[in-house]
């Protein structure tokens, strides 16, 4: 395909701010979640996608956060006025693979268009979100993260702690070490707490979530976090709470300025916040480190679960639109164009090759800490326990989990009876989610 060269008419577009598509090129819709800096980069990836070719223009529209891109979606698809691509969280996955006659799976979209296309090429531990029973992609991985640790390596040295813990175990006598010796009010805290607490713990310990692998098996998968080592993790945090080694900070990322600010010396969080992390970390030196893991659970720890979301292809598209996405998921998939995303935001690349350019590029030596996700993500092989969840109104389940956490953690409510009625209360959600799409 050849690039377009309009003289004096580009230069006076360029002049007018304005972008040139191709006269007549096949319009693509591309709804998404990203706003502030974020979704200027995603209008940058557009636009150099439209500039290699003239038949195709794909168009990102800011649809507000990830419920409300969601939401937006489903209604423009029963108006049939639906967008070609839609931006939808690892949460909504269950719902939009159930939403019968409203999506393309990718992997049809890619081996219809005639693209030499590889899935192999994509890192297993995150495309493993994203697909059927039978390892065929559903969605297009765009932004996935995982959790990681960040340490305030001034705090450790001033408490005399020289390393950061690989289980659990030796956290825990670390953050009493620090706590003890007034480096910090505050040990650790954590951000997203049924992510990392109990998703992600049961995924590295190789725990059930929930039956059914996960809900990869089936509707009929229900929790049992409330029968694993889940509930001694949880009566572990409530213990330090007791003595100041962790400190509940409250839901999504309301925990972040207990770290910011020196309160705590750890905090566990999205990989994808390393970005606010140097940005906030001015007064301190930072690292980041894995997960810890239970030496008493598992010799070697699983790989986490990824956060994020991923580009889904909605129905009632003409040809040359499908083929259009299925062009631009081939750029978007690119080495150059995977790294160079991974690198402004602090998500994970999505293939092998984008982390290997990294790797030759010195973007790794040149930033400490960018690539533990992604070797937390890929040291080992998914198992069925550590692929991901594929569940029924998660959005709804981690809000039930989290209601109970704070019960928990306030002391209102004893462990087991807390983690039996999330577990008792997100099993109606299931049920109506299978009930529904039966």
């Known amino acids: 395909m050849s690039r377009i060269h309009a003289g004096a008419l580009t230069l006076g577009l360029a002049a007018a701010g304005l972008s040139l598509s191709a006269q007549g090129a096949t319009e693509i819709a591309w709804w998404h979640a990203m706003g502030g800096e974020l979704g200027n980069k995603v209008d940058e990836i557009a636009a150099n996608f439209n500039e290699t070719q003239d038949d195709y223009v794909v168009k990102p529209s800011f649809r507000g956060n990830y419920s409300e891109t969601m939401t937006s979606a489903i209604a423009a698809f029963r108006a049939n006025e639906a967008p070609a691509i839609v931006q939808i969280y690892e949460v909504g996955t269950a719902t939009m693979m159930n939403a019968e006659g409203a999506i393309v799976p990718v992997h049809e979209l890619m081996a219809d268009s005639g693209l030499d296309f590889d899935p192999d090429a994509f890192l297993p531990a995150v495309t493993g979100y994203y697909t059927n029973g039978d390892g065929q992609m559903l969605s297009m991985p765009f932004n996935s993260s995982t959790p990681v640790v960040y340490v305030n390596r001034d705090i450790l040295a001033e408490a005399g ?20 010796s007034g480096a910090a009010e505050c040990g650790m805290t954590t951000t997203w707490p049924s992510w990392i607490q109990l998703e992600n713990f049961s995924a590295r310990h190789d725990l059930p979530f929930a039956t059914e692998e996960n809900g990869f098996g089936g509707l009929d998968a229900r929790l049992t976090i409330n029968d694993t080592a889940v509930v001694d993790h949880i009566q572990r945090l409530t213990d330090w709470q007791q003595d100041g080694r962790f400190d509940y900070g409250g839901r999504f990322d309301e925990a972040a300025p207990a770290f910011y600010t020196g309160r705590c010396a750890m905090l566990m969080a999205s990989s994808a916040s390393l970005a606010g992390v140097r940005a906030n970390a001015e007064d301190f030196e930072f690292s980041v480190a894995p997960l810890p893991y239970s030496s008493e659970l598992i010799d070697t720890p699983q790989n986490s679960i990824i956060g994020g979301a991923s580009l889904w292809v909605l129905a009632g598209q003409s040809d040359e639109v499908y083929q259009g996405v299925a062009e631009f998921f081939d750029y978007l998939s690119s080495a150059e164009v995977q790294a160079d995303w991974h690198q402004f935001s602090g998500y994970l690349p999505i293939t092998e090759a984008a982390y290997e350019l990294g790797q030759e590029q010195g973007f790794y030596e040149d930033n400490p800490g960018s ?14 326990n550590s692929k991901g969840l594929r569940l029924g109104n998660m959005p709804q389940i981690r809000d039930v989990i989290e209601e109970q956490l704070e019960k928990i953690f306030n002391g209102d409510i004893g462990v087991q009876e807390g983690m039996d009625e999330a577990v008792s209360r997100s099993n109606e959600l299931l049920e109506r989610f299978q009930q529904a799409n039966d």
């Open 161 to 180: 702690v020289d390393e950061v813990p690989a289980t659990w175990e030796g956290l825990g006598e670390a953050l009493g070490q620090i706590v003890d």
């Open 371 to 384: 690539a533990v996700a992604i070797e937390q993500m890929t040291g080992v092989t998914p198992t069925a």
